[in-house]
């Protein structure tokens, strides 16, 4: 990038000019160049801006922006954002573009911090969700009885389908209150029950965030009530479908077994009905996951799971290892679960990961057993046998039935491990 002085980057609330800092009104007064949307240059008197030039950001912006930064070098540019720069705004944006040595920020109140001050609500017990170009069915897995959530809104019609999603999941009881124009002299806020939102989008403000009190009416799977949690080993009938799926109780091992963490990228090869990519995804809302199904009715159920438990976003590819090429990321973990004794699939799934990533592959044949246990012997990792009995009646009485018994081998690729002529480690003793 060519040598510039700092960006400042001006947070801006509602109430436009009035509501900046003395010391934020005089970077603004002293720019030679002042950038951001239309709206927010518009809240920027002419009388206090008169001499910059104003450039109102392209279509799309994120390429525009070095070749933008690099046709002004040399002037002083003030950025207008909304609110808190770097809170979900176009600051975190400049750092990755700019580098943060080439950038000061001057905040503003975020319209969280707004959002929490007319609520009453303690900002660190409520739970922040964002719908910003993203699906509203993103807000449940964050739905619990008793939460409280704050809600980035995606416009006017975020309310109504927020509030359609909740009442669908046995949440209709939940409290909504919509805050449009937070800190402004149009500031608004309207309340209504989930259930009972009748509240054209029209009559709603753009500029709006949303404060959630949720409240359970009851959540009934084939009519057991059941709570839908982050904690992974949902209950099998959350899940539609044929019922290709790896089972809760197994479930919830695989997915300790797999450790996601914020940020990782799952890949599932053998989708069937999604239930491991979705799991996942639900632990936090920076996990991601690539599905691999080549049955094009499983790809359609997984696709109506992940929208239906909040993870909509997961992404679904066709037949694996051909579609591996396809995939947006790498793998930080593969999870196998179907299609481990087909030629070249173990193969294929070891060379993509990476040193640190983890496998996982469960099997259920005598020949994938004796796969799994041909590549621990030659990589390590923990070998385990898994088998589980539910409870079921017979008569008047009740007897245990076994599930098929479930062989499991995780295992972590490190560098000793890294080829296919690896030899037997210390890792095979744990």
């Not at 839908?228 to 479930?251: H, W």
């Not at 004794?341 to 005598?366: F, I, K």
Request: with cysteine; aromatic share 4%; net charge negative.
């Amino acid at each position: 990038m060519t040598a510039r002085e700092p960006v400042v980057v001006v947070g801006l609330g509602a109430d436009g000019w009035e509501g900046l800092s003395a010391s934020a009104q005089r970077v603004v007064r002293g720019a030679a160049v002042l950038m951001g949307s239309s709206r927010q240059l518009d809240l920027i008197p002419r009388t206090e801006g008169s001499s910059a030039d104003r450039i109102a950001w392209p279509t799309p912006m994120l390429p525009a922006l070095p070749g933008l930064f690099d046709a002004q070098s040399g002037r002083r540019v003030c950025v207008l954002a909304s609110g808190d720069p770097m809170f979900h705004g176009i600051g975190a944006t400049l750092v990755r573009v700019l580098g943060a040595d080439n950038l000061r920020v001057i905040s503003h109140p975020s319209s969280i911090a707004l959002a929490s001050a007319r609520m009453g609500w303690a900002t660190a017990d409520t739970e922040l969700v964002s719908l910003v170009n993203r699906d509203a069915a993103t807000i449940l897995p964050s739905v619990t009885a008793g939460a409280r959530l704050l809600v980035l809104s995606n416009g006017r019609a975020t309310p109504g389908e927020v509030a359609e999603i909740l009442t669908t999941a046995g949440f209709g009881r939940s409290v909504i209150t919509v805050l449009g124009q937070l800190g402004g002299a149009q500031e608004s806020r309207t309340v209504a029950r989930a259930d009972e939102w009748d509240i054209d989008a029209a009559d709603v403000d753009p500029l709006n965030v949303l404060a959630v009190e949720c409240v359970a009416v009851e959540c009934v799977v084939s009519g057991a009530p059941h709570r839908l949690t982050r904690v992974p080993g949902l209950p099998d009938a959350a899940y539609s479908g044929d019922g290709q799926m790896t089972k809760q109780e197994i479930r919830a091992l695989t997915l300790c077994a797999l450790a996601p963490a914020p940020g990782e990228h799952l890949w599932d090869v053998g989708g069937g009905s999604g239930t491991i990519a979705i799991e996942w995804m639900r632990t936090h809302p920076r996990c991601t996951a690539t599905s691999f199904e080549q049955a094009a009715s499983r790809i359609s159920q997984i696709e109506g799971n992940a929208r239906a438990l909040g993870v909509p976003n997961l992404d679904v590819l066709g037949r694996a290892p051909e579609s591996f090429a396809e995939a947006a990321r790498t793998p930080d973990a593969i999870f196998i679960g179907g299609g481990v004794t087909q030629p070249g699939m173990l193969d294929a799934c070891w060379e993509r990961l990476e040193v640190g990533g983890r496998l996982v592959a469960n099997a259920v044949t005598a020949e994938s057993e004796a796969l799994l246990l041909e590549w621990f012997t030659r990589f390590g990792g923990t070998l385990r046998r898994l088998q589980i009995q539910r409870a079921e009646p017979l008569g008047t009485f009740n007897v245990w039935r076994p599930q098929l018994p479930v062989v499991q081998w995780s295992v972590t690729k490190t560098e000793a491990s890294g080829g296919p002529d690896a030899n037997h480690t210390e890792e095979n003793a744990q």
